[in-house]
């Protein structure tokens, strides 16, 4: 019986760290405020801040909102942070130019989709734009596709945001997440 559990435990693949390390990370730098549209991509980290009653999560309609809603918060004297996929980013631009044109620091963490592995077409133009999309709106870009690297691009990130008054971003890429697999999302 013990070694039918130790077989079980060595088959089943240990759970992804960075989800919990970006949390703490994020604790650390005072983040109080979330700001997100649900992605799985993020469904850890938000389950965490979620239970965490020291902060305030916020369900987005569409992403630039969480632009504005995080700038109310630093006016208000709070920080926050945008998770959001790389789809969504295009929904930003415009909006985009208010942590821009008065200074104000915004933090994003952006999971990617259309890069290494995407099975899904439409997901390709927004991914390979939201690197030149967020620098020419004037965003600060650290994109990472190791997982071991992901709390330390957050931190720099958190760091640079709220020291400098600058929007900055995190491209969390698909070697990290992992790519879906069309043929197993049709089966479910």
């Known amino acids: 019986m013990a070694e039918a559990a130790k077989s079980r435990a060595e088959a089943t ?14 604790k650390d730098a005072g983040i109080r405020q979330v700001a997100m549209v649900p992605d799985a991509g993020h469904s850890r980290l938000i389950r965490s801040f979620e239970a965490d009653p020291e902060t305030r999560v ?14 109310g ?34 933090l994003m963490i952006v999971t990617m989709r259309g890069d290494w592995g995407e ?5 390709i133009p927004m991914g390979q734009g939201t690197r030149p999309s967020l620098e020419a709106m004037g965003v600060i870009v650290n994109k990472v596709d190791e997982p071991h690297l992901v709390a ?19 491209l969390v890429g698909q070697r990290v997440l992992g790519a879906k697999n069309f043929k197993e999302l049709a089966r479910k």
Request: proline share 8%; charged share 10%; aromatic share 8%.
């Open 13 to 26: 693949p240990a759970l992804p760290t960075w989800p919990d390390e970006i949390y703490r990370v994020l």
């Open 119 to 123: 099975f899904n077409p439409w997901q």
């Open 152 to 170: 330390s691009a957050v931190q720099g990130a958190a760091n640079l945001a709220f020291n400098t008054w600058k929007p900055v971003a995190v």
């Open 58 to 71: 916020v369900t987005l309609t569409t992403e630039e909102e969480g632009v504005a809603m995080l700038a």
């Open 73 to 106: 918060a630093w006016l208000g004297g709070e920080r926050g942070v945008l998770l959001l996929q790389s789809s969504g980013v295009g929904n930003c631009i415009n909006m985009l130019s208010l942590p821009v044109i008065c200074h104000m620091p915004l």
